[in-house]
């Protein structure tokens, strides 16, 4: 599946939140990370950022879709980190 994440985490937090989304997705702009990821993957990525985060003040949204070309998307302005597909 494909999924773009996007989070809003305390300061004291967001280093680590950022390290761990890197394992798992590719960062686009500030707090925000897409890719492909396995059904299992995603299960563990979400654990671990139960984990990190307090559910109290922090918030997380994952968007889902079967497949990246089921998303039309629109950079406008600087693309913060461009996705490279180098076979």
């Known amino acids: 599946m494909y999924i773009i ?5 305390g300061e004291k937090r967001v280093g680590k939140m950022l390290k761990l989304c890197r394992r798992y997705l590719n960062w686009i702009q500030n707090s925000v990370f897409e890719g492909e990821i396995q059904e299992s993957k995603l299960m563990e990525l979400k654990y671990k950022v139960k984990e990190l985060m307090d ?3 922090d918030s997380l949204i994952i968007f889902h879709t079967r497949q990246e ?4 998307k629109e950079v406008i302005g600087a693309e913060k980190n461009t996705l490279d597909n180098i076979l």
Do not use: A, G, S, T
């Open 5 to 9: 994440l996007v989070y809003d985490i």
């Open 55 to 57: 559910e109290k003040v």
């Open 69 to 72: 070309k089921w998303l039309d």
